[in-house]
């Protein structure tokens, strides 16, 4: 068997495991890692966010097995087992259909190529800085987070046993767009993600630089007749002197050479030279400093680092706001295992820095009280993973967790603002005791009738903020009890209990 036809087998099975961890798998026997296998295994991943964190979350060692043979046989990574580079492959196949004369062209080294290597640098200034966000464009978190926000929501009616009910996403239509944006570039560039845009490329791109194992080219057996272009995935030349960095190893130019003058393997005595690295360090300075001076700018937006807000509602186990931040990667898997599809992709809640992290809309869903998949599931630890007895206070856990406070709108509560029984919320609330809990009042009615109604009170001290008060209250527009951000574990200073007033015979003091 040819080494081209072992890459097809390869890459086929490699992008239908990737389907089958992120569609079928079977969330009653999650263990997490078979949902962030792909991510788990990414180089981009690991090395950025020990760039942030400062740490290897335990899964991301997992990268090693990238890492070490890329250093070795190349940028094989690309074609054989990237998802994304393998569905734009395929894509490519169907939508770039072009005569001989214009696929040599199309395939031959552009300068344009090198626009991924400034993206690199900038994600990579970024994260040495303090920000994390290379999951805008790191190409398993893009598909991922794609298929979880654009695909579920089209095959509910296919697979309902995954959701509650049928799954929504904020924001969904514009991540759905600039997935099908780059499916469709294809059109115009074969894999045009992979040569112009893809981070993760560009580090292979650099790992691979010095691999001894490459493609070879026999400089008296070749005749220069392009061949070896017309199915070229990574655009590296091969006809002259291979760009390696480029190389995507999908053998495709060794198959296609008429004249047997391409091999893969070490060098030989009549071997051509390697292209050397083209790009322009001037270029990269200034794509550091552009970087450089971005970050200020993110971090002087108003943001949930730096200032409490209201509905900014983080997944239970979240790290604090600042550590979340700096290992969030925004590839959405919590949401795809979220029951009740309360996980929701951020838009510009929480500031630029963190679209697209996960947040709580309770107007969707409601944090299920006994659901700890999130962070069985994330990545890079940006949400713990959690027991059940951890979540709820239960034994030898003396409090529970709490992601926000429910408050009531009297002016919208039935019982508080038209006289109305009510008793939903406090039929819902999950907590032992219950935080929500009524009190008989007398009103009088227009007719100047007098009746007993129960009015609903909420003791904070109970409340975890699950939200399925807010997703279940009967005023559907805008909700009488909503939940904010307020009280949260995971933060000291967003608290909303003062401290006690000791009363003193001249004046009041705060200790």
Known sequence: MSLQNL?????????????????????????????????????????????TSGT???????????????????????????????????????????????????????????????????????????????????????????????????????????????????????????????????????????RVLCPLGALLGVMSFGSIMRIRRDVEKCTDCKKCL?????????????????????????????????HYGLAEERSSIHQSFDISRRRLLETGIAAFVLFPMMKS????????????????????????????????????VCPTNVLQPALLEGGFEGIWDPLLINKIGYCEYNCVLCGQVCPTGAIRNISVEEKIGKKPYKEPIKIGTAFFDRGRCLPWAMNRTCIVCEEVCPTSPK?????????????????????????????????ICENKCPVLDKPAIRVSSVGETRSKTNQMILPTVKQTSNKETIP
């Not at 999650?30 to 792909?38: A, M, R, T, W």
């Not at 002197?241 to 480029?246: A, P």
Request: net charge positive; aromatic share 14%; proline share 4%.
């Open 301 to 336: 937006s108003l943001t949930g680092e730096n200032k409490a807000l209201a509905d900014v509602i983080r997944p239970p186990g979240a790290l604090t706001e600042k550590d979340f931040l700096l290992r969030c990667i925004k590839c959405s898997e919590c949401m795809r």
């Open 230 to 262: 017309l199915h070229c995935q990574g655009g590296c030349d091969p006809h002259s002197n291979l760009r390696v960095n480029e190389c995507h190893v999908c053998m495709n130019c060794i198959a296609s050479c008429p004249d047997d003058a391409l």
């Open 56 to 194: 290897i979350y335990k899964g991301l060692i997992l990268s090693l097995l990238i890492i070490i043979p890329t250093l070795f046989l190349g940028r094989f990574f690309c074609s054989w087992i990237c998802p994304l580079g393998i569905l734009n492959q395929w894509i490519s196949f169907f939508l770039n259909k072009k005569g001989t004369s214009e696929n040599h062209e199309e395939n031959e080294y552009r300068k344009m190529f090198r626009f991924k290597y400034y993206i690199l640098v900038t994600f990579a200034v970024l994260a040495a800085s303090g920000t994390l966000q290379i999951g805008l464009l790191d190409p398993i978190a893009f598909i991922s987070r794609a298929f979880i926000v654009s695909g579920f929501p089209a095959l509910y009616n296919w697979g309902e046993l995954i959701y509650l009910k049928q799954p929504v996403f904020n924001g969904g239509i514009l991540i759905t767009l600039l997935f099908l944006a780059v499916l469709f570039a294809n059109r115009f560039i074969t894999r045009f993600w992979c």
């Open 7 to 51: 890459r097809r087998i390869y890459a086929a099975f490699f992008f239908a495991l990737f389907v089958y961890l992120l569609v079928i798998t079977d969330f009653r026997n999650l263990k997490g890692y078979e949902v962030s296998l792909f991510l788990e295994i990414n180089p981009l991943v690991s090395i950025f966010s020990f760039f």
């Open 435 to 467: 935080a929500i809990w009524f009190r008989k009042e007398e009103v009088v009615t227009r007719e100047g009738q007098v009746k007993k109604i129960k009015r609903p009170f909420l003791d904070p001290d109970l409340c975890i903020g699950c939200g």
